[in-house]
């Protein structure tokens, strides 16, 4: 990246104050850019600078606009605000509006204004960091494939639901936003979760089965695993649920159901069993603790205030392999006053855990000895969860790249963001061209009424609505049929941000259905011969039959009956050829 650092001044005497300072910090002229106004910075492109030095005049109340679109426009890098004088008042609004620092031109010489520099620059670093995990954290909630919610712990109230609870409730977002968790129960439970969810609960617990109620009135059996925990300040209580309806139903008679549920709830506890922090406190010369509370007894299993033994029960459980990482990480602290490192802890069972320390080093004082203050985490389930994630994602990804179905996604552009092995086969197959991300998802290949027709297709799906449809296209000189199904993708915002569709070929499904429909035309035509045309014939051959006079059989009479009983056999015989012709075709 760029070393540059931008300064909007527009007094040349405090910008050539301001560039000594940074050519004594090592800047060189090249890597310094000057604006003189904050409204000229704002044209200038926002992506290569490492801080932003700008001396905006006025009060506090004055520059704030100015300094919140440079904060839209120059987004993530830190600013430094300079002022012509101290200002107490305007310090404390520029740093409470998004300032890193403020400083006041005679106030600060090149060394503080290096650390300010510095200190922005991490602070921003950290910022940023937090604002992604916090982002990354919401988008596994929202998109976790059990419902999950988070309630009120007052009134149980719902504050924030995942999809999963949406698709699988049938209420909106805005329709939970109004309810309580009473509402999703059948009226006869409400009194019994009311008295289970006044009892106090900490940390995490089983709620154990309940029954819980769809919109649309069906009601099901589920299990509720809970945690105590703050949201937005409030005291709330997160659940994930598990839906056990048929395990209940057949009163637990199915053994591979009951299986899958166990190993789900274990998977379950793992996630969300509560690490404790352990804090200790040793001796910087001899290592000795002097220091630990509950949660270090219980990580080691050391009894409490053992700390005579501890240092060689503890240290003679690390993992061979990592001893000499140790031995580095206490040189490390002692020599530059702090350290991180992660090592594997071999417990008495013969089990591994990996615990993750973080170490600074206390300078005595009145003849005491410097300590080494840490902080000691078991990550063991941390790293074993990545490790799950990891593998089921690989999983994923090798089913949805042999399987037969077209699967692809795009954004708003109607450009690929993913697509898989068989969509690109087939329009390499179809048009002779390779496709891969990022490319537009409707070429030349197709007709214009098609493109319309896809068009239209995914701006039903960016409105939010999931469908399927019936394509029709010619290949190689015949007609394939392909079921396209779309699905609005959204962000941990509940923004719809692309479209995610899978093709699948439904060709002989479909001429089948079309063989089938000619086939009911054309017994609906026989129906119509049989029941019409027959008829006439029929019913003159019968007529005929009764005036036959039996006592005079070669009477005259007789001889013109038998004449139209021939002529009516005949038209008979005419439909029934007609019948069989049209079977046959």
């Known amino acids: 990246m760029k070393k540059t650092i931008l300064i909007i001044e527009s007094d040349d005497v405090k910008f050539y104050l301001l560039r000594n300072y940074l050519s004594d910090l090592n800047y060189q002229a090249d890597a310094i850019r000057r604006c003189i106004s904050s409204d000229e910075s ?8 490492l801080v932003i030095l700008a001396h905006l005049r006025g009060s506090s109340f004055d520059y704030l606009p100015s300094l919140l679109d440079l904060q839209n426009h120059f987004t993530n890098i830190p600013v430094i605000i300079l002022s012509d004088q101290e200002n107490g008042d305007a310090c404390t609004r520029a740093i409470r509006s998004g300032a890193q620092d403020f400083l006041a031109f005679g106030n600060f010489d090149s060394d503080q204004l290096g650390k300010s520099i510095s200190c922005a620059i991490n602070r921003q670093s950290v910022l940023i960091k937090n604002m992604n995990a916090v982002a990354e ?10 419902p999950m919610w988070i309630i009120d712990g007052k009134n149980m109230k719902f504050l924030v639901v995942n999809n999963a609870t949406i698709k699988k409730y049938g209420y909106s977002r805005e329709e939970f936003a109004t309810m309580s968790a009473r509402d999703i129960r059948p009226q006869e439970d409400v009194q019994a979760i009311e008295k289970f969810f006044s009892q106090k609960k900490d940390g995490y617990y089983d709620a154990g089965y309940w029954r819980h109620k769809k919109k649309d009135g069906e ?18 209580r997160l659940s994930i649920i598990v839906d056990v309806n048929e395990k209940v139903i057949a009163d637990k008679q199915n053994k591979e159901l009951m299986a899958m549920l166990t190993e789900q709830k274990e998977q379950l506890d793992n996630i969300l069993f509560s690490i404790s922090d352990a804090i200790w406190s040793r001796r910087a010369d001899t290592l000795e603790l002097t220091y630990a509370n509950n949660a270090y007894y219980k990580l080691f299993e050391i009894a409490p205030g053992t700390l005579i033994t501890d240092k060689k029960r503890v240290f003679d459980s690390i993992h061979p392999d990592d001893k000499f990482t140790l031995l580095r990480a206490i040189s490390e602290v002692q020599e530059q006053g702090k350290t991180d490192l992660v090592y594997r802890y071999i417990h008495h069972d013969g089990s591994t855990k990996i ?32 490790n799950t994630i990891r593998n089921n994602e690989q999983k994923l990804r090798a089913t949805i790249e042999n399987t037969n179905d077209l699967i692809w996604s795009v954004n708003r552009k109607l450009e690929i963001i993913f697509c898989n092995k068989a969509y690109q086969e087939f329009f390499y197959k179809l048009a ?16 214009e009424s098609f493109i319309n027709k896809r068009k239209e297709d995914y701006e039903r799906a960016f409105n939010g609505e999931s469908f399927s449809t019936i394509v029709e296209e010619d290949f190689n000189g015949s007609t394939i049929y392909f079921e396209i199904s779309a699905n609005p993708i959204t962000d941990h915002h509940g923004n719809i941000i692309g479209v995610n569709c899978i093709s699948r070929d439904i060709t002989e499904k479909r001429k089948q259905l079309i063989k089938i429909r000619r086939q009911n035309e054309m017994l609906k035509e026989i129906a119509w011969i049989q029941s019409h045309k027959v008829r006439g014939p029929l019913a003159s051959i019968l007529g005929l039959v009764s005036l036959f006079d039996t006592n005079e059989i070669t009477g005259e009479h007789n001889t013109e009956i038998l004449e139209k009983l021939r002529t009516a056999a005949a038209d008979l015989d005419n439909v029934i050829k007609e019948v069989v ?5």
């Open 219 to 236: 009601i099901f059996y589920v299990h509720v695993y809970s945690h105590v925990i703050t949201y937005n300040g409030i005291d709330a």
């Open 581 to 585: 012709q049209r079977a046959m075709t």
């Open 355 to 386: 615990l993750k320390v973080s170490a600074t080093l206390k300078k005595g004082s009145n003849g005491k000895p410097d300590t080494i203050n840490g902080v000691t985490i078991d990550i063991t389930s941390e790293t074993e969860m990545y």
């Open 42 to 49: 704002l044209s200038v492109p926002p992506d290569d600078f």
């Open 432 to 447: 002779g061209i390779e496709i891969d991300e990022g490319d537009y998802v409707l070429g030349d290949w197709h007709d």
């Open 137 to 146: 954290y919401q988008r596994h909630f929202n998109n976790g494939p059990m």
